[in-house]
Structures are given as structure tokens and as C-alpha cells.
């Protein structure tokens, strides 16, 4: 899902983001604070008009996830290797979830999760180096 913020002059502020993330605002912020307690540093990117605004959490040089704001809430996105994936499968995880995200296409990153659950996953992926 693209970004609600689609224009690139200007990356969103903190009362641009909690107006379209609306009650949601809470869990970004929350994520937001468990990534800097993680020294995981974030920064906002621009993707074109067509994905928008991103905010990306990188670690020594290696993404670790993608927050994308939308109306009234947000996507976390990341890939998981199979090292990562081994550690997703032993998780208290819904399984509903686990089959989701192992059914998706493998890309060299790893596979794609698109999920509103991410500490856990963010865990999983940073064990899994």
C-alpha cells in the first residue's frame, strides 16, 4: 500500500503524521521509540509519487523495516531471510500470519512481510544477522 503523503517537496511533520494517523499515531509513536532503544536509526524517504513518503529503519547499513503511513494507520513492511524465517516459525506468532508471510514470493532480500505486528518480527529479523 502507498503512502498517503505522496508529495515530494516535504516529508511529513509529527502533526501531519498524527492527523492521518489518527488514533493509530500511538503504535507509530511507540514503534518509533522501541527502533531508537534498538540504536536502529530511522529517517524519511522519498519513493515518487507513486509510493510516497517512507519512514526507513536501518541498522549498519541494512534496512530493517519500512513504516508507510496511510489514513487512519500505517503498514510495517520488511523482508525475512531463512534464518529469520526458521525463528518466525518457532514464534508465538499467530500461525494465520506465519502461513501469510511464508507463502510469499521469495525476492533476494527475503520474503516480504506487510504486516501491522512488527516489534516481534524487528526482533526476529535483527536475530537473525
Known amino acids: 500500500m502507498p503512502s498517503i503523503f505522496d508529495d515530494g517537496a516535504q516529508p511529513p511533520d509529527d502533526a501531519t503524521l498524527g492527523e492521518a494517523l489518527g488514533k493509530t499515531k500511538k503504535l507509530w509513536d511507540e514503534l518509533a521509540r522501541h527502533l531508537d532503544a534498538a540504536g536502529i536509526a530511522s529517517a524519511w524517504k522519498f519513493y515518487g509519487k507513486k509510493h510516497g513518503w517512507q519512514l526507513n529503519a536501518v541498522k549498519d547499513k541494512?534496512?530493517?523495516?519500512?513504516?508507510?503511513?496511510?489514513?487512519?494507520?500505517?503498514?510495517?513492511?520488511?523482508?525475512?531471510?531463512?534464518?529469520?524465517?526458521?525463528?518466525?516459525?518457532?514464534?508465538?506468532?499467530?500461525?494465520?500470519?506465519?502461513?501469510?508471510?511464508?507463502?510469499?514470493?521469495?525476492?533476494?532480500?527475503?520474503?516480504?512481510?506487510?504486516?501491522?505486528?512488527?516489534?516481534?518480527?524487528?526482533?526476529?529479523?535483527?536475530?537473525?544477522?
Open 62 to 129: 541494512r534496512a530493517v523495516i519500512y513504516l508507510i503511513p496511510n489514513r487512519d494507520g500505517f503498514t510495517a513492511a520488511l523482508a525475512l531471510k531463512d534464518s529469520a524465517m526458521d525463528a518466525l516459525r518457532s514464534s508465538d506468532l499467530p500461525a494465520s500470519l506465519v502461513r501469510e508471510i511464508e507463502g510469499a514470493k521469495v525476492y533476494g532480500e527475503g520474503r516480504p512481510a506487510r504486516i501491522p505486528i512488527a516489534k516481534k518480527l524487528i526482533a526476529i529479523k535483527l536475530g537473525s544477522v
